[in-house]
């Protein structure tokens, strides 16, 4: 009885009261259906009856939806991973501050519920993740389960405060990439053998300066020579180790031949080292797209592509820059987006880091230069850099180098194009060079003088000074070779001839001043490209000159003005112009040749003796002219180009009429042939020894696209797999790594 009383009093407990009118169940109503009985003592409805479901009246509490009751060990784990978030503020707070002491309050406050004996056994999914190498763990700097007060803190301490809250992020990915940090750090020579190399190069200047505008060059705010001097500790992120290192391998590079190397602990040579330290760089950093997207990761790129070119690979340095303009884009610096701009040194002074706009702009200058040389296309025609308002804080220098930019990407369009636009192009361009000129003062395009007992920082002044003016008058070569040999008679031919023989003038005497000072051939290695060209346009300029007059001079009346802004040394009254005669070109191209072959026997360079080889076998154009019988005392002269094919340079003893664009015929007084057949590497095979039937092309003087007929570009895979290089190989397989053919495809107008 007593039971049964109890059972009636639970349900009248349960029982609810209900709206009148209310008959349906609770799952009735729950699926919004209708809810209907076949009779008035049926106690199951028809819908729950087709279901199976369970028939509940709304007079009685829901039992479906009853809270179960509390999991205990849900408890637990929320109550642990609260501990483990405590733990977490801990490290990112400082310890003393009211926030920890709060958090610490709470967390003494608030304990876990206790276990009985039933639930101790059971596994917590928690237990695993904090463990010392688990990422968690890492974040924690945790050993164990235990309490944070129990355990030593693991924060890194920095010079500026003791207690400077660790950076975390850094902690993580130092201890991810711990094993390339390893390697890259046992590459660093000894400590003294750094201190050498930077004391006795003067390389220190560039590396530090590269990618900084000058007026942070003048705070201050770059690296010093110290700072080179300092190597990163070994849990450095990868990119900051790669970067010093390759930053050093620059200076190496630029170290005199008479360096004395036994100053040094290293039992290999320098070369040996910079080997080594470069492919492991090019193998765990600058191959690995995880890891260099730093502001570290995108300079290590930048100065992989300079130590290249140094070296006198040119094709490698243009795809080591490439991909670092591509990164640079992915990261939007060219949008003016830099959040994705971080540097991954923590330990240096901010304030020496290098911008955003800084790095993006030495990528883009190199990758115009390189493109320009071996006739590539650029990776961008943005000039942001180069706009008023990015140039508001630029020194004069500053401005005329990013006008040179401009201007390359200028010229490498105008080569693109196919249509008669192409000269209009040529003379804007010129134009162009001629306001870029006037940016800065006269007396700056005097020849400097190198003082071989000034300091390293005069020294990299004049260093400069030298680069920007041969690197002017250099575009200034190379915007008008495709016109220097046209019809002699066109005047406006003309102008493009004497603007290329100047010009030319003005690089080798600046080449010949420089590298008597500055010998190392692996420093400032563009000079020594662009005096080859500079040396082959003046010789070849000699082929559409008209004949001397009776003192050996070249005739210059009705010559255009030459920019005087350019050419300090040049007064703008064409009547006035200094006399340049046959023998001081000839003076002056020897003096170039001999400089080489210097350079070349000290160094051991290749590039040097091999373009000295070049200068001996255009010689005889000189010769010729120095007679003044013309192109009639030049039976014919082979000058061998590697890969190529032999060129051939023969009087017009037929006189081949041609066309000019005008549709006027003119007389070609010679005739150049240059085979597509390639030679084996090194060969120097005569012309009579090859079979060049259907593979040579002539063009001739007078020849301007209108008319006759044209040499197409070089083309590599027109010659055969054995007889060609690797598209990649370094400069002991392939020495001018297509500048030369590059050369007479511009010089034949290959536009």
């Known amino acids: 009885m007593a039971s049964a009383q109890t059972l009636r009093m639970e349900a009248e407990i349960r029982r609810r009261k209900v709206r009148k009118g209310t008959h349906s169940c609770w799952e009735c109503r729950r699926r919004k259906i209708k809810c209907q009985y076949d009779s008035s003592s049926d106690t199951v409805c028809l819908p ?428 200034l070569i190379l915007l008008h070779l495709p016109y220097m040999l046209r019809d002699p008679a066109e005047s406006r031919y003309e102008y493009s001839r004497v603007t290329c023989t100047r010009a030319s003038r003005e690089v080798l005497k600046r080449f010949v001043g420089f590298r008597t000072i500055i010998n190392s051939a692996f420093s400032c290695r563009h000079v020594d490209y662009s005096a080859l060209i500079a040396a082959m346009t003046l010789l070849l300029s000699y082929l559409g000159t008209q004949k001397l007059d009776s003192t050996g001079n070249i005739p210059h009346n009705n010559v255009p003005i030459w920019p005087p802004s350019s050419l300090a040394s040049c007064p703008p009254n064409p009547n006035a112009l200094p006399i340049c005669t046959i023998h001081e070109d000839r003076k002056l191209i020897e003096a170039v040749r001999e400089r080489m072959r210097h350079v070349a026997i000290i160094n051991d360079d290749k590039l040097s003796q091999e373009s000295a080889d070049i200068i001996s076998q255009l010689m005889p154009v000189l010769e010729m002219r120095d007679k003044g019988n013309e192109s009639a005392a030049l039976d014919c002269l082979h000058l061998s180009v590697p890969y190529l094919g032999t060129v051939s340079i023969r009087p017009n003893e037929s006189h081949s009429v041609n066309m000019d664009a005008t549709g006027n015929g003119s007389m070609a007084p010679y005739q150049i042939t240059i085979p597509h057949a390639g030679l084996a590497p090194g060969g120097m095979a005569p012309m009579e020894q090859m079979d060049l039937s259907g593979l040579e092309h002539v063009f001739m003087g007078g020849n301007d696209g209108g008319g006759g007929m044209s040499l197409p570009p070089f083309d590599p895979q027109m010659l055969p797999d054995a007889e060609f290089p690797a598209l990649t190989a370094e400069a002991d397989d392939w020495t001018l790594q297509g500048v030369d053919t590059s050369f007479w495809s511009m010089l034949n107008g290959g536009l």
């Open 48 to 475: 729950c009856q087709a279901r199976g479901s369970q028939c509940q009246s709304q007079e009685y509490v829901d039992e479906s939806k009853t809270i179960p009751p509390p999991d205990r060990r849900l408890a637990q784990r929320l109550g642990r991973l609260e501990e483990m978030m405590e733990k977490l503020m801990d490290h990112i707070k400082p310890e003393n501050s009211a926030a920890g002491s709060s958090m610490s309050r709470t967390a003494s406050a608030s304990p876990s519920p206790p276990l009985d004996d039933s639930q101790e056994q059971v596994v917590d999914v928690f237990d695993g993740s904090i463990n010392e190498d688990t990422p968690l763990g890492i974040l924690l700097g945790i050993h164990s389960a235990t309490p944070a007060a129990s355990q030593p803190s693991k924060t890194l301490s920095t010079p500026d405060s003791e207690n400077a809250a660790p950076d975390l992020s850094a902690k993580a990915r130092s201890h991810s990439y711990d094993e390339i940090s390893k390697s890259l750090h046992a590459l660093f020579p000894a400590q003294s053998d750094i201190d050498t190399i930077i004391k006795g190069t003067g390389g220190t200047y560039f590396v530090t300066t590269l990618f900084h505008h000058h007026r942070d060059v003048v705070a201050g705010n770059c690296e010093s020579q110290s700072d080179l001097c300092t190597v990163p500790p070994v849990n450095a992120h990868p990119t900051v180790l790669a970067r010093r290192l390759l930053q050093l391998c620059i200076c190496m590079q630029q170290l005199s031949p008479v360096f004395n190397r036994a100053e040094l602990t290293v039992r290999t040579t320098l070369s040996k080292v910079m080997a080594r330290i470069t492919c492991t760089v090019a193998t765990l950093v600058t191959y690995n797209d995880k890891l260099i997207g730093t502001s570290e990761g995108l300079q290590c790129l930048g100065l992989q592509a300079i130590w290249h070119a140094n070296a006198g690979n040119l094709r490698k340095a243009w795809l080591s820059n490439r991909k670092a303009l591509s990164l640079a884009q992915l990261m939007g610096i060219d949008r003016g987006n830099t959040r994705a701009f971080k540097s991954a040194d923590r330990t240096s002074d901010p304030r020496k880091h290098a911008s955003a706009a800084g790095v993006y702009y030495r990528i883009v200058y190199t990758d115009r230069f390189i493109s320009l040389l071996l006739g590539l296309p650029i990776g961008t025609y943005d000039n942001s850099f180069a706009t008023e308002e990015a140039m508001l804080h630029d020194e004069p220098r500053e401005r005329l180098n990013k006008a040179h930019t401009v201007i390359s990407a200028r010229i490498i369009e105008r080569n693109s194009n196919k249509t008669a636009q192409a000269y209009t192009m040529t003379q804007e361009i010129d134009f162009e060079i001629e306001k870029a000129a006037q940016s800065v003062a006269a007396d700056w395009w005097q020849e400097p003088i190198l003082d071989p007992f000034a300091s390293h920082s005069r020294m990299s002044e004049l260093v400069c000074t030298f680069i920007h003016q041969i690197h002017h008058f250099d575009l």
